[in-house]
């Protein structure tokens, strides 16, 4: 039986969570947005003959994921504060999470916060990345890459940017994580 991991995306609405998603998992952006209300859930199975080496854990371990596989289960959640005790469940046995944000909303940016603490509140101590999507609106960007730099070193975290749009930096990213989290399994 494969390893498995759930994964939980959360940030404000409209940030791009279920676009990252999507074009992760299936390769597709879609232009139309269409508002999540409670979660979406994706399958990915991690190819990992790319990404074994890079695993810092118990060698033995290491060689039993690489041999039955690693599925990660993704939670996209959708990001309405007011409604999020309906979906404060879906946090519970997360083994990773993912809080993106968009490049060109302070507002997003300064939640971000928020979905850390819902982070610990709820899944405890477990991987997470920052993610600031949108990165093809560069013209219109309002929050600068030093704010960023240091809101990740605040939480001692990697932090990527990505565009589900052009798909920039998006498998880096998922990739990223996908890593920590079987690092913190070995």
Known sequence: MAYQGKVIILGDP????????????????KNDYIQTLGANFLIKEIDLKKKIEKLTGEQTKIQDIKEKGFKLYFWDIGGQEDKLFVNEYYFAYSHGAMVVFNLVSRESFDNIEFWISKIYELSGDIPFLLVGNKNDLSDERVITQREIEEKAKEYG??????????????????????????????
Do not use: C, W
């Open 14 to 29: 409209a940030v791009g969570k279920t676009s990252l998603l999507s074009r992760y998992i299936n390769g597709v952006f």
């Open 157 to 186: 975290v990697k932090y990527y940017e990505t565009s589900a749009k052009l798909d920039e930096n998006v498998d880096k990213a998922f990739t990223a994580l996908s890593i920590e989290i079987l690092n913190k399994l070995t």
